[in-house]
């Protein structure tokens, strides 16, 4: 058994697999857009269809994040070692939790629907912070650890 590949195909993996679910999150939030922002008087029906996809959505997410980080954990102390970039990599992730997490509390879990679109455009706003710092781990990733 090659552990390290093993590893290394979880790791991956459950990086696609969390990763996904944001594009899947930020397509179906697109999809919802006119009946969560319009006055069709039909946003109350919509905004359970959100909640009901939020709440299945969190939990292939989490599972997904949790086991990319105790696999790249694994690796680090198996494999790879404690290197700088290492380090750099772990705090990006932290960021990364607390600024999604934070932007949740601060703008997304206020909205009430229907909102205006401008309101809405705040769910947007977290997607690039979320992709943005997805962007920054992979650069770090295959350009310096
Ligand atoms: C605390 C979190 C993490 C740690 C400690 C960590 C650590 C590592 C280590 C040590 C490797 C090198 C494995 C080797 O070849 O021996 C690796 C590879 C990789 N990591 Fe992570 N990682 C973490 C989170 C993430 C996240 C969040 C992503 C995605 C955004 C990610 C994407 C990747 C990818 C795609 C590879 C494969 C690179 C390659 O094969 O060249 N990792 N990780």
């Keep these: ?9 979880l790791h991956v993996t459950s990086f696609a697999v969390w990763f996904g679910t944001i594009f899947a ?7 919802l857009e006119p009946k969560l922002t319009g006055s069709s008087g039909d946003a109350q029906e919509y905004r359970t ?3 009901t996809y ?9 599972a997904g994040f949790k086991t990319a980080v105790a696999t790249g954990l694994l690796l680090a102390l198996f494999f790879h ?3 700088l970039w ?8 932290a960021l990364q939790v607390a600024l999604t997490m934070g932007y949740i509390v601060k ?6 629907y229907p909102c205006s679109t401008d309101a809405y455009r705040k769910w947007y706003n977290l997607f690039a912070i979320s992709l943005g710092m997805f962007a920054l781990v992979l650069a770090v990733t295959f350009f310096l650890l």
């Design 1 to 9: 058994m090659n552990w390290h590949s093993l590893l290394l195909f």
């Design 25 to 31: 999150s930020l397509f179906f939030l697109r999809t």
């Design 49 to 51: 269809f959100l909640f």
């Design 54 to 62: 939020i709440k299945l959505e969190t939990k292939v997410a989490d």
């Design 81 to 83: 070692g404690w290197t």
């Design 86 to 93: 290492v380090f750099v990599k772990i705090g990006l992730v």
């Design 107 to 112: 703008a997304i879990q206020p909205l009430a």
